[in-house]
């Protein structure tokens, strides 16, 4: 059984650095192709897409975001953390980790219940 | 802003088809790259209801159903009932490795 879990910060301040943890079960980032994402969602707008890392360690990120984050992995721990630079007050919402099924598809097949993160001074 | 376009709500009775549209590009869903779907119930986190533009995971009901053509994929739901009512998300990517969620669809059930 696959599980997710996102942990962090509850509350930054505008210029802060956040640093989210997931920590998930039920499958290994030794294993081919497998990868943890990131996604955000502001309150009562669209799933962003922000990042994944790979198995292999190959990182890819959202375009529009690059300059601002850092996905990381411990294996050992079964943890990936999300660092964003610089937070903004536009970056509140909840932040998502997902198993990523595969680098060849792009499918995220199942999900952490997501951590509100609220940016303000 | 998002490179998938979806109609921002679809409504039915229960018992009724509806049907929403995720409409991309020639570098995303128009150069054969999968469509998956994702319904998020008020509060919840999204959970993958289509993968690989018409394959539905196990345990979700047969009344979900995507197809894809061209640079657009659709998302069908036979039969609506009250627990549909949620918000559903598209989902592709490019040669880059780069994902892109929609806009959403809110479904109302009515």
């Given at each position: 059984q696959i599980t997710l879990k996102e942990s962090g910060p509850t509350l930054v301040k505008p210029t802060q650095t956040l640093t989210l943890t997931c920590t998930f079960s039920g499958f290994s980032l030794r294993t081919s192709g497998v990868g943890v994402g990131w996604i955000r969602q502001p309150p009562g707008k669209a799933l962003e897409w922000l990042g994944v890392i790979y198995w292999d360690d190959d990182k890819r990120y959202s375009p529009s975001?690059?300059?601002r984050l850092t996905i990381t992995k411990d294996t050992s721990?079964?943890?990936v953390f999300l660092t964003m630079t610089n937070m903004d007050p536009v970056d509140t919402g909840t932040y998502y980790c997902a198993h990523d099924y595969s680098n060849y598809v792009m499918q995220f097949d199942y999900w952490g219940q997501g951590t509100l993160v609220t940016v303000s001074s | 802003q998002s490179v998938l376009t979806?109609?921002?709500s679809v409504s039915?009775?229960?018992?009724?088809?509806?049907?929403?549209?995720?409409?991309?590009?020639s570098s995303n869903i128009g150069a054969g790259y999968d469509v998956?779907?994702?319904?998020q119930l008020p509060g919840t986190a999204p959970k993958l209801l289509i993968h690989g533009n018409n394959n539905r995971p196990s345990g979700v009901p047969d009344r979900f159903s995507g197809s894809k053509s061209g640079t657009s994929a659709s998302l069908a739901i036979t039969g609506l009932q009250a627990e549909d009512e949620a918000d559903y998300y598209?989902?592709?990517y490019d040669s880059s490795l780069t994902a892109f969620f929609g806009t959403g669809t809110k479904v109302s059930v009515l």
């Open positions: 975001l690059k300059s721990k079964n943890q | 979806q109609p921002p039915g009775a229960p018992g009724q088809r509806v049907t929403m549209s995720c409409t991309g590009s998956h779907w994702y319904q598209c989902q592709s």
